[in-house]
């Protein structure tokens, strides 16, 4: 099915087609890509979207040398695919597998790590004055959606990037902007001319002329942004200080080219806007992107999912919760940074449009924006990943914390991800929130009592998180009823002798599984902050061995909690006891199978048994 691309191991091949075959290799290559991910799961329609424009860069730029920057990166297949590792295709994701985004260590092509959005301009940046600094001609390109050009970093470093005279390319791959009604052949017609050295040399040109006429210089820069201006949307780069270009078709390999090469000659921070269709391609992904943007595996003739889902995913019972809450209290407002689908808002914004608020992706804005709803009597809850509450970590102190202003934070993705990996693993969320004080940290073990904490966190006068995995959770039924329960009290859930395990969060199943092994205590901690230091004082007396047991890096999280309590309380503890805290070891995990994942860390019943035995032999 695809003997051309068969054909391509590294881009010095592809450079050496000719270009009337480029439209067969970018034929050949979707049908690789639908084909592979259907087998390994993973993100499809971005990757659909971007196959001429990954041939264009590779063809028309000298990479590895020229450095291409992908923003966050889940649209790198094409790249990966032509740049080596075809062969490797279907380990992507898996165990010792190809990463889902690029990866510095896995090739020489992967110049930048990525996976969080709107980090390439910077990136790219830098290259392009490194450059600049050592004499070199490489040129640096970076390629960013329409999403991610939302975030403020973007706009940082395109207002930085504008003042300086570094060869940059900046590339805008737009699937999603009303401006696509533009594109058709007078567009690509004007972005051949205002790519063309002949255009830039008259332009360059004419300014040092008029600039020895002040007033004609204004007048004709004015002139020059009203035209471009009544054709192109280019008005806001420029005024950055980037020259731009388009939009033109992403999916026409001809212009790309053509566009490209131009590009390659000028100099200065350069600006192309491409239109291109999410999903390009495949018929199913076209119709629905978002179902797309990351799939399981699938059948590549239908779309169909191939594992259909036994129970309710944690983000869907917060998704439930948000509905039923909404309905009896209006205050309630729901903000995510751009991951309606993904953390479960859809039920929720079709219900509720004028409380619903997706504020794109920019997670910082998101905080201070509940804040501020926060200040004048609403009750804002924020759907974020843990990978993403990272970047908005001085607003949650500063304009959250600091005011104690009562926001609900959903924090999914909490502990590892499977195979999205470290870039997206939510391993640090109870260090980073532990040490902030006013907010309340809750860690629930199951659905239920996931729904729970949603309640009790929204009830609560003050800041308060609830942190909960990806995936399905244990099966466990979930009451309907909106019941909060108290702060800062955790349960004994097994009694055993000698041994008490205390677990937090997801690690409850894995915990009572070694305690039937060993005949120990468990508890469900729940809160990681309050922590319950009556619980932890009550089973230090009865045993001669605490065990903290957390989905969570070891260093400053649930673990540490239960030491420092114990410290504060060593005067009331009648004999000395020995502790163990188990957790995700100091160092980024990388992706593969949850299960295993945890396994090798030493988190499953097995290992938590056996560090256990260790530690009372």
């Known amino acids: 099915m695809t003997p051309l691309l068969d054909t391509i191991d590294y881009p010095q091949q592809l450079r050496q087609l000719d270009r009337k075959q480029l439209g067969q290799l970018a034929q050949e290559l979707r049908l690789f890509l639908i084909d592979g991910v259907s087998k390994t799961g993973g993100h499809l329609a971005s990757n659909l979207g971007v196959v001429e424009l990954t041939i264009a860069l590779h063809y028309v730029f000298n990479t590895p040398d020229d450095k291409l920057v992908w923003d966050v990166g889940h649209q790198t297949y094409p790249h990966k695919i032509l740049t080596g590792r075809r062969t490797r295709m279907q380990t992507l994701r898996k165990p010792q597998g190809l990463a889902g985004f690029p990866r510095r260590a896995e090739s020489e092509y992967d110049t930048f790590g990525t996976g969080h959005s709107s980090t390439s301009i910077s990136a790219a940046l830098g290259m392009a004055v490194a450059a600049q600094k050592t004499g070199s001609e490489r040129r640096a390109v970076a390629i960013i959606g329409d999403g991610a050009m939302t975030a403020g970093m973007a706009f940082e470093a395109l207002n930085n990037a504008g003042d300086m005279d570094a060869n940059l390319l900046v590339i805008l791959n737009d699937n999603d902007m009303s401006i696509s009604n533009n594109v058709g052949a007078l567009n690509n017609y004007l972005t051949k001319l205002l790519s063309s050295r002949f255009y830039n040399k008259v332009r360059s040109s004419g300014k040092k002329v008029l600039s020895a006429l002040p007033p004609m210089m204004e007048f004709a820069k004015r002139a020059e942004e009203h035209v471009k201006g009544m054709v192109m949307p280019g008005t806001l780069f420029e005024e950055f200080g980037f020259n731009y270009i388009g939009p033109i078709d992403g999916h026409d390999l001809e ?42 595996k699938f059948d590549p003739f239908n779309g169909n999912a191939l594992h259909a889902k036994l129970q309710k995913t944690y983000t869907e019972v917060f998704g439930d919760w948000l509905v039923d809450m909404a309905a009896i209290d209006n205050r309630l407002i729901g903000i995510t940074p751009a991951m309606c689908d993904g953390s479960g808002l859809n039920a929720f914004a079709a219900a509720y449009p004028d409380r619903y608020f997706d504020v794109g992706i920019a997670e910082q804005h998101a905080l201070t924006f509940a804040a501020g709803m926060a200040c004048d009597g609403l009750k804002p809850v924020v759907a974020i990943y843990s990978t993403f509450l990272q970047r908005a970590y001085d607003q949650l102190i500063h304009d ?25 693993a939510g391993s640090f969320d109870l260090t980073y929130l532990r040490c902030i004080p006013n907010v309340v940290i809750m860690t629930p073990s199951d659905e239920n009592e996931c729904r729970q904490m949603f309640t009790t966190g929204f009830k609560y006068n003050g800041v308060a998180a609830v942190r909960y995995p990806r995936g399905s959770g244990t099966g466990a039924i979930i009451n309907p009823e909106l019941s909060s329960i108290e702060i800062g009290k955790g349960q004994i859930v097994r009694t055993g002798k000698k041994i008490a395990i205390l677990a937090f969060g997801s690690m409850l199943v894995a915990a009572l599984e070694a305690a039937e092994q060993l005949d120990a205590t468990v508890a469900n901690m729940r809160f990681v902050k309050p922590i319950d230091a009556a619980l932890i004082e009550k089973l230090a007396n009865d045993h001669a061995f605490i065990i903290t047991v957390e989905e969570n890096c070891v260093m400053g999280g649930a673990g540490s909690a239960v030491l420092e309590a114990l410290q504060s309380m060593q005067q009331n503890i009648k004999h000395p006891i020995k502790t163990l805290c188990l957790g995700l070891p100091d160092q980024f995990i990388e992706h593969g199978d949850h299960a295993t994942m945890l396994a090798e860390c030493g988190l499953d019943a097995k290992g938590i048994a056996s560090a256990i035995a260790k530690l009372i032999t």
């Open 400 to 424: 959250i914390a600091l005011q104690n202003l009562p926001v609900l934070l959903a924090i999914d993705r909490a502990g590892l991800v499977g195979a999205d990996g470290p870039t997206h």
């Open 255 to 296: 212009s790309l080219i053509d566009t490209l090469h131009n590009i390659k000659q000028l100099s200065g921070p350069q600006f192309l806007h491409i239109v291109t269709q999410k999903g390009k391609g495949f018929e199913p992904a076209e119709d629905d992107p978002n179902k797309f943007h990351g799939v399981g």
